[in-house]
Every structure is written in C-alpha cells, then in structure tokens.
C-alpha cells in the first residue's frame, strides 16, 4: 500500500486527478502552439532569410533524420553520438565526485590543505581547458575531459558540503551497536548523502549538456549533435542548427525528468514540503 | 533468549577541558538488575551514559564489563539514545534490523527476533513505514525494539520518554517494565524524572547537579506493578526529592 507523507494511504488515480493531468497536458500544448504563433510572426516581421522558421526546422527535422546531414550522418547518430559522450564524461565525474567528495568530506584535512588548488581550479571554465585539451589529447578523451569538467565539481562540492550534516546521532547508533567505520559509511554516511548526490548529478548532467558543443568543436570526427550545429554554423544555416539546439534541450530535459523520477522513488522516505 | 551478563563496573571521572562533569561517579550494576541513574537536568546523565557504552573515553578511571574495558565491538551494548534514532531512510522494520545486521544476525533468526519483538512493543503492522509516517512515540518504541532485539550484556536507556507527554510516558513505562520481565536484561535507565525513577528501578543512583556526584544509592524493594499513589512509592519518592533538593543547596 502506497502511503503519503501523513500516512493515510493513497488512492490508485482517481477520476479528477486523471482529469487535471489531462488538462496540465492540453494546457502545455497550449502553450508550445503559443509559442510557435509568436516565433512565425517575429519571423514575419524580420523579413530575413537567415532566421530560422518553425516549417524550415520541421522539414530540417525531417531531412536530416530521413536523408542525414551533408556528409550522410542521420540525426540519430548525431544524438547517439553525443549521448554517449555526454554519459561517458558525466560517469566519470560522478563516480570520481562521489569518492573524492567522501573521502575529502570525511577526513577535512585533505580537502583544506588541497583547497588551494582545487578551489582556483573549479573556477576556471570548461572552454578554458579547450587548448589545452587540443594539446594534450586526442580522440574520445577530449570530450570526455571537457564534459568531465563540466560535471565534476557541481557533484563533488554537493557531497562536500553535505557531509558535516550527517547525523551524528545515527553514527552513534551503529557505533554502539559495534559498527566499524566502514558500517558508518555504509549504512550512516553515504544513504544520508544520496539526495545531495543525485541533487549534484542532476546539475552536473545539465552543465555535461552544457559542454557537448565546446568539446565537439575540438573532438575532430563529424558526428554529433554539437558537431552537426557548427557544421551548419559554417553554412549558414539556421534551420538545422536549431534542429541540433532543439535536440540537445529535449535529450537535457528527458534525463533531467528520469533524474526526477528516480529522485522520487529513492527517496520517498522524506517529507516534502508544499506551501 | 537468557544468558549470563557480566557485571558492569562504573568508575569514572570525566571533564571537558577545565569544566568537571562527573566527579568520581563509581557503582556496579547486577546481573539483569534495572538501575536508575536519577538526576537534574544538566547533571552530566547523557555524558555518562556515552562513557559506559564506550562512545566516549573517560577522563580518568573506566567502565568495566565483566572485568574487561567496555568496547562496544567486543561487548554486546543496547543504547537507546535520547535523540531521536531513527534511520529516516529505513522502515521500521529495517530501523530494527540495523541491530542485527551489526551483530551479523541475518535469515530466519532475524526474521524471528524482529517478530516478536514488533509484537511486544505493539508496532505489528506498522514493519514498512517511515519514521516520517509515525508519531513520535512510536519512533522512541522502534528505538527500545531495536535495542531488545540482539542480546545484550548491558542495555542503558537514556531519558528515552523526555519527548513524550505524560499519559503516554506512562504506558511506555509499563512496557519497557513487561518487555523487561519478558526479556532479561542488565539495565542502566538514565532520567531526570523522579517518579520514573521509582516507578522502575531495583535501585537508584540520584546525583548531584553538576560536577556530578554520588549522593546516595537507594534501593526500591516493592512489588512491581507500583502503584504510583501507594504510600510506601510516595514516601520513596519524597526522599528522593529531599535528597536532590539537598544537593542542590549544597
């Protein structure tokens, strides 16, 4: 039985709420409709032929996935590309930010006799490395480094800053009970932090998103969604660089909503708060 | 679930910087003995209470558990701490199971002990919820359930009902009384409260205000269930009261 944050059960959809999800959905609709109303008036006004239409994205929309871009890679395999990208550098600064945030954050004196390197470091801004990263690496390791960049800190500080909230009552009970140090990690610490884990990974994948065009414009082969918008850049076609932007934001946003989801399973323990 | 307990031996002193908070605290506990620790608020009850589950280093002298340094991984320590225990992440079935899974009791066996203890502090049907989705004094239970459900050599309560209002401070008295009876236990029962000092204890140990002393040890030999308005606990209680109160002039 599901319950809710008073513990009074909750019942399976009923009719009105089904309903409102009904009209939440027409409402949104409404307002992308709206919204393309206002875009193809500006696009009257502006008498142009650089600026992008709500037709000419459809039909780039429809070209490129059918026919694919000029040199023959489909949209999908731009999106697939940089999917994975995205995922491989986002991975590593989670697992990286996750262990290095712990270990910082349970033993202080690591993190405030390194502060002064890491914390200039996590100013500098992804772009900045680009030379370097051209430099230094090749291949797949570029983007990775640059998402990685990206990704990284936003995690890493979350669980820094998380760890002197833990509950030192809660460490008590499992050291009274005879936990080793490890139990207190395990069963303590790292279940406290996950919320501020997942908070900091859901920003991080956002800023990941952030830096695929960056690192595509150094990554050297032509695929991807960053790849397929400069290559359309050069062009000067408008219609599909919003196509490559428009599929950027929805892959964002979908793994922003799993995010979400997972968020609310996981952790259905907790109140929350409505005003 | 009986076993032999080893006597617990407490002679401590303990200060935090240039501030004593407990002067030469020094009494043993009995096998399966229910001992109150009595004393005002302040008094150092809590700190103490760390030292003899072995949180906490004393100052000087130490607890002893059977002749041996009390160590919480070598010795089997129940707390029920003051503050509020839960694992907010946990059910109330798997808040009770941490104690198990630290003592490394798993399967059938932990199945079984969560059973019935869930049956005697009265929370069957309550296994899946959240501590956000019960009430304060059913937190404090899942507490004393998770604290009977592993074998313990020494079981210390602290002020575990101070949260809770009188009525129901009183019911889980009487229960903490029955699952005792049920279950043997050596037990050290820290409060400020002296009427539940009474209502429990074989013997009590009333300390002064801070720095911490031993005033006296009283033993409580009447018949349990006590009844709260019976004139020997009331004359009992007074001269707990006249002994803080003396402490407190001194």
């Given at each position: ?6 513990g009074e ?8 709420q089904?309903?409102i ?8 609709f ?5 919204f393309?109303i206002i875009w ?7 008498h142009?032929?650089?600026?992008p239409?709500?037709?000419?994205v459809?039909k780039?929309?429809?070209s490129l996935?059918l026919?694919?871009?000029?040199e023959g890679?489909s949209l ?15 991975s ?5 930010g996750?262990i290095?945030g712990?270990?910082m ?5 690591l993190?405030?006799?390194?502060k002064?390197?890491?914390e200039p470091?996590r100013?500098?801004p992804?772009?900045a490395?680009i ?5 230094l690496m090749r291949g ?10 990206g990704?990284?800190?936003?995690i ?17 009970v499992?050291?009274?009970?005879g936990?080793t140090?490890?139990d207190?990690i ?7 932090i ?17 830096c695929?065009v960056?690192a ?6 032509n695929v991807?969604l960053g790849r397929?918008?400069?290559k359309?850049a050069?062009l ?7 196509v490559?932007m428009?599929l950027?934001?929805?892959?964002g ?6 995010m979400?989801?997972?968020?609310k399973y ?6 929350g708060?409505?005003? | ?9 407490v002679d ?11 002067d ?6 009995h096998?399966?003995?229910?001992l ?9 009850k809590?700190?103490?209470?760390n ?5 906490l280093k004393?100052?000087s ?6 002749n041996?340094p009390?160590?919480p991984?070598?010795?089997n ?10 694992f907010p992440?946990?059910?109330?079935k798997d808040?009770?199971g941490i ?5 490394g009791?798993?399967g059938?066996e ?7 203890v869930?049956?005697?502090v ?8 959240y ?12 507490a004393?359930?998770?604290?009977f459900?592993?074998?313990s050599?020494?079981l ?5 009902f ?8 009183y ?5 903490v ?9 050596t037990?050290?029962?820290v409060t400020?409260?002296i009427?539940?000092a009474?209502f ?8 002064s205000?801070a720095p911490?002393?031993i ?19 009331l004359s009992i209680?007074?001269a707990?009261?006249?002994l803080?109160d003396?402490a407190r002039?001194?």
């Amino acid at each position: 039985m599901e319950l809710n944050s008073a513990g009074e059960p909750i019942a399976v959809k009923s009719h009105s709420q089904r309903r409102i999800l009904l009209e939440k959905t027409a409402y949104r609709f409404g307002v992308i409709l709206l919204f393309l109303i206002i875009w193809s008036l500006f696009v009257k006004l502006a008498h142009s032929s650089y600026i992008p239409t709500p037709i000419g994205v459809a039909k780039a929309i429809i070209s490129l996935t059918l026919n694919g871009d000029y040199e023959g890679y489909s949209l999908w395999k731009h999106a697939w590309a940089s999917f994975v990208r995205v995922l491989s550098g986002f991975s590593l600064a989670l697992v990286m930010g996750v262990i290095l945030g712990l270990f910082m954050g349970l033993f202080p004196i690591l993190y405030d006799t390194t502060k002064v390197i890491i914390e200039p470091v996590r100013f500098i801004p992804p772009l900045a490395w680009i030379p370097v990263a051209i430099v230094l690496m090749r291949g797949f390791s570029r983007y990775v480094f640059i998402i990685w960049l990206g990704a990284f800190f936003p995690i890493f500080i979350s669980i820094l800053a998380s760890i002197p909230r833990v509950d030192p009552v809660l460490k008590d009970v499992v050291k009274a009970y005879g936990g080793t140090r490890f139990d207190i990690i395990k069963k303590n610490v790292f279940p406290s932090i996950t919320p501020e884990i997942l908070a900091g990974a859901k920003i991080a994948l956002g800023v990941s998103w952030m830096c695929i065009v960056a690192a595509e414009m150094i990554g050297g082969e032509n695929v991807g969604l960053g790849r397929l918008i400069l290559k359309y850049a050069d062009l000067l076609r408008t219609n599909e660089i919003v196509v490559g932007m428009l599929l950027i934001g929805i892959i964002g946003y979908l793994s922003n909503e799993g995010m979400l989801r997972i968020e609310k399973y996981l952790f259905r323990w907790r109140t929350g708060i409505t005003l | 679930m009986s076993y032999s307990k080893p006597k617990v031996e407490v002679d401590v002193t303990h200060s935090f910087g240039d501030l004593v908070v407990l002067d030469q605290i020094k009494f043993d506990v009995h096998e399966n003995e229910l001992l109150c620790i009595v004393g005002p608020s302040g008094s150092g009850k809590t700190t103490l209470a760390n030292i003899i589950s072995g949180l906490l280093k004393p100052t000087s002298g130490s607890v002893k558990l059977g002749n041996e340094p009390v160590n919480p991984r070598k010795h089997n320590i129940s707390y029920v701490f003051q503050a509020r225990s839960c694992f907010p992440w946990r059910t109330v079935k798997d808040n009770i199971g941490i104690a198990l899974e630290l003592k490394g009791i798993s399967g059938a066996e932990a199945e079984k002990r969560m059973s019935d203890v869930l049956q005697i502090v009265g929370l069957k049907g309550f296994e899946d919820y959240y501590p956000n989705q019960i009430s304060g004094g059913m937190k404090q239970r899942v507490a004393i359930a998770r604290a009977f459900c592993v074998d313990s050599d020494l079981l210390i309560l602290d002020e575990p009902f101070g949260s809770l209002d009188a009525q129901t401070r009183y019911l889980m008295q009487s229960e903490v009384l029955k699952i005792w009876e049920k279950m043997k236990r050596t037990v050290i029962f820290v409060t400020n409260n002296i009427e539940e000092a009474v209502f429990l204890a074989d013997r009590l140990v009333v300390f002064s205000n801070a720095p911490a002393k031993i005033i006296k040890e009283v033993n409580v030999e009447m018949p349990r269930p006590r009844i709260l308005t019976h004139p020997d606990f009331l004359s009992i209680r007074s001269a707990v009261s006249r002994l803080s109160d003396i402490a407190r002039d001194v």
